[in-house]
């Protein structure tokens, strides 16, 4: 079983430059979320989604996009990397909302320069 | 807004030895708990849970109790193997929105032989 996928493991990006992290789940699951982890802050919720076509803010969105066009997609756009964008980004689904039990991507080092 | 807050690591012990880390939560209402363990190079994978006060979750040799007079969440172990060695993450969902789930900042945990 794939579960959660994330590409690209490692990024290093210069300040201004664009990408897209990808996430894809082959669970099903309608549940989709980003989290971003950094030294001393544990993890914090960039932006979820509870099914195809619904996306919601979580604790830190600003500098990121996203969308979820299907159930099994759910990318991570920064339009303008800065600095403060260095981070390990992860990727989690569940089988639905509010259930807290997320099943994890391996997670992508992103550096800003 | 709710909140976790976990003791501070790293946590060094010596195999077969006792473990406890601390989790103590600020929350609205009664939320569900979790604690999540992160391998070194991998994603977080989730430990136990409890969903109401005094229940207690259990799993592959670790427990924690939902004290709800003392806030409180401590995971514990009787004895460690090297094979514990990892970060490990105290967490809630919020009622006021049971799609996010808040982490607090991990506690690493060494095992030396």
């Known amino acids: 079983n794939a579960g959660v996928t994330q590409t690209p493991k490692f990024q290093v990006l210069k300040t201004g430059q664009s990408m897209t992290l990808q996430c894809a789940q082959d669970?099903?699951?309608?549940?989709m979320s980003w989290y971003r982890q950094d030294p001393g802050m544990g993890l914090r919720l960039i932006h979820y989604?509870?099914?195809?076509?619904?996306?919601d803010q979580g604790e830190v969105p600003n500098g990121y996009n996203v969308s979820r066009s299907t159930t099994e997609d759910f990318p991570l756009r920064l339009l303008s990397a800065a600095p403060s964008q260095t981070s390990v980004y992860f990727c989690?689904?569940?089988?639905?909302?509010?259930?807290?039990?997320?099943?994890f991507g391996e997670g992508s080092r992103l550096t800003v320069l | 807004g709710d909140s976790v807050t976990q003791m501070e690591g790293p946590v060094t012990l010596s195999e077969e030895a006792f473990l406890t880390i601390n989790c103590t939560y600020t929350?609205?209402?009664?939320?569900?708990l979790f604690w999540y363990v992160q391998y070194p190079g991998e994603g977080l994978q989730l430990l136990l849970k409890?969903?109401?006060?005094?229940d207690k979750g259990s799993n592959k040799g670790f427990e924690a109790t939902y004290r709800k007079e003392t806030t409180s969440f401590h995971l514990e172990k009787g004895s460690v193997q090297v094979s514990d060695s990892a970060v490990y993450f105290c967490?809630?969902?919020?009622?006021?929105?049971?799609?996010?789930?808040?982490f607090g900042t991990g506690t690493r945990l060494q095992v030396f032989p």
């Open positions: 989690a689904s569940s089988s639905q909302g509010g259930t807290g039990e997320l099943f």
């Open positions: 669970m099903n699951h309608e549940y």
């Open positions: 989604s509870v099914g195809a076509g619904i996306t």
């Open positions: 929350a609205t209402g009664y939320p569900s």
């Open positions: 409890a969903t109401k006060a005094d």
């Open positions: 967490a809630l969902i919020p009622l006021y929105n049971t799609d996010k789930l808040i």
